[in-house]
């Protein structure tokens, strides 16, 4: 994963360079102005040329693509409900994890994978309908968080250096639920935009 964070930073500065590569001879930048022909014309700023780098996009961006930038739109269970029910509630909405909350609140007490399902139950031989969801999850304060704020490659060096592949999202309280998935599916489809930038400008369809 080391070497995919490494490998999308050199994407991304290869198509920078080409762009500016492309540049030169089309227009001259001097400053904050640029001179034409036709008079002196304001240069245009990087926000209005490009959509945000890499660097720049959040998990708040990323929630924003599922559909969870609304409280509460994250899927949960209870750390009294058993596993089976649990595990139908992911198949249910095809995802490998869920938020665990306490009977009658809504603050977290921990997180259930997949992988919790394959380690404690089938790989201990444990009957999924006899064992509740706390005796197997990992607990709240073992829990590793990302913010909203958080860049998409933090998440990602933070996801990989501490081997897990799904992370709560808490701002004070918990307002979604991220996987490595999320975050690869993120960083392909702004290099995908950052290509067709790239293409349009070669075409000249940029002044």
Same mark, same amino acid.
């Given at each position: 994963?080391?070497?995919?964070?490494?490998?999308?930073?050199?994407?991304?500065?290869?198509?920078?360079?080409?762009?500016?590569?492309?540049?030169?001879?089309?227009?001259?930048?001097?400053?904050? $102005?640029?001179?034409?022909?036709?008079?002196?014309?304001?240069?245009?700023?990087?926000?209005?040329?490009?959509?945000?780098?890499?660097?720049? *996009?959040?998990?708040?961006?990323?929630?924003?693509?599922?559909?969870?930038?609304?409280?509460?739109?994250?899927?949960?269970?209870?750390?009294?409900?058993?596993?089976?029910?649990?595990?139908? $509630?992911?198949?249910?909405?095809?995802?490998?994890?869920?938020?665990?909350?306490?009977?009658?609140?809504?603050?977290?007490?921990?997180?259930?994978?997949?992988?919790?399902?394959?380690?404690?139950?089938?790989?201990?031989?444990?009957?999924?309908?006899? +064992?509740?969801?706390?005796?197997?999850?990992?607990?709240?304060?073992?829990? *590793?968080?990302?913010?909203?704020?958080?860049?998409?490659?933090?998440?990602?060096?933070?996801?990989?250096?501490?081997?897990?592949?799904?992370?709560?999202?808490?701002?004070?309280?918990? +307002?979604?639920?991220?996987?490595?998935?999320?975050?690869?599916?993120?960083?392909?489809?702004?290099? $995908?935009?950052?290509?067709?930038?790239? $293409?349009?400008? *070669?075409?000249?369809?940029?002044?």
């Amino acid at each position: 994963m080391q070497g995919l964070i490494q490998g999308l930073r050199s994407c991304q500065e290869t198509v920078k360079l080409a762009i500016l590569k492309n540049s030169r001879g089309r227009v001259a930048f001097e400053g904050k $102005n640029m001179f034409s022909r036709f008079g002196r014309v304001s240069s245009p700023q990087p926000t209005e040329m490009a959509e945000k780098g890499l660097e720049n *996009i959040t998990i708040a961006d990323v929630l924003k693509t599922k559909g969870e930038e609304n409280d509460g739109s994250w899927v949960s269970c209870r750390t009294n409900d058993n596993v089976d029910d649990a595990m139908k $509630n992911m198949a249910k909405h095809n995802i490998g994890s869920l938020v665990v909350l306490k009977p009658g609140e809504q603050h977290i007490a921990g997180i259930i994978t997949e992988r919790d399902y394959l380690r404690k139950i089938i790989g201990q031989g444990r009957s999924p309908k006899y +064992t509740r969801v706390a005796e197997i999850m990992t607990q709240a304060n073992k829990l *590793i968080t990302v913010r909203s704020d958080t860049s998409i490659l933090q998440a990602m060096q933070l996801m990989t250096s501490n081997h897990i592949r799904h992370v709560p999202v808490i701002d004070g309280e918990i +307002t979604g639920m991220v996987s490595i998935v999320d975050i690869v599916r993120a960083v392909v489809e702004q290099q $995908n935009r950052e290509l067709k930038r790239l $293409n349009e400008f *070669i075409k000249g369809e940029y002044y």
